[in-house]
């Protein structure tokens, strides 16, 4: 089975991504890590422990860092919902799961300790990846590859040229660029070909309860906007750790803009080779659309015990 590690922000498309490594066969979730993101610290940390009861999966939670490096922190509660994750009442979770330990020297200590390489699955800002690289670079040869969903080859959803995660916490981004560790950016331009449409969302609330549950967050989600179709960013991290078959990728430089006029917080990607620097990451360039999906409800269907 893989070893993972996912480093989260629930945040809607969070929560299918981690349902799907949850629910696979494939993988073993070996740490739940939290990041202020989407929304503040708590929220996305009790949203995490929500979903691991709902689902009844044992895995163990560590809060990290509640803010960006050096920015100040921005929202994306209009997206996901004032909470991270509107639209469904979950029972109150315990704190049964929750590790007294800081995100970052839990990720230490799971990937000191494990036997295989462990493969880091970032889905939010990268402020506890960063931190852990920084502080136990140790850890680095034992990391088999960090796996993120972030930044872009076009356009932004921060800002003009920002993706999301990498605007929140740009600092953080350069940081991973620059480790050396193996890193593969799965980037806006694919999330956005994930999308699920209206008929989707409809199959998925038949599904199961799981499923159920996931169309009323899908309801909430990006100021409700269930018609024109969801984009399942996050859970493209997870498609390229399973199915990496589904996509187009090359080596490339990657670095991370942090004073441009108009484009900090772009993740500048070089295909061209103009600066001409080593390749320091793979870069998703094309999803195959039709199989995502099909990957996407199997998966789905799949979320029961
Ligand atoms: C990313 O930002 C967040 O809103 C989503 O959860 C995803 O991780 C997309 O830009
Ligand atoms: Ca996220």
Known sequence: KKQIIIDTDPGIDDAVALAIALYSDEVEVKLITTVAGNVGLEYVTQNTLKLLQFFNKDVPVAKGLDAPLIKEIINAGAIHGETGMEGYTFEEPTDRLLLKEHAVNAMR???LTSQEPITIIGIGPLTNIAMLLKMYPETQSNIKEIIFMGGSLTRGNSGVMS???IDFDPEAAKIVFDS????VMVGLDLGLKALILLEDSMKIKEMNKIGDMFYHLFKRYRGGSMHTGLTMYDS???AYLLRPD???VVETFIDVELNGTYTTGATIVDLKGFLKKEANATVCLDINQEAFKKWFLT?????TE
Do not use: K, M, R, W
């Not at 050396?180 to 890193?183: A, L, S």
């Not at 998966?299 to 979320?303: A, N, T």
């Open 180 to 183: 050396g560790v193996p890193i």
């Open 236 to 238: 493209t991290a997870i």
């Open 299 to 303: 998966s789905i269907e799949h979320c």
């Open 163 to 165: 993706e999301y995660n």
């Open 246 to 248: 589904l996509f187009e």
């Open 109 to 111: 200590e799971t990937i």
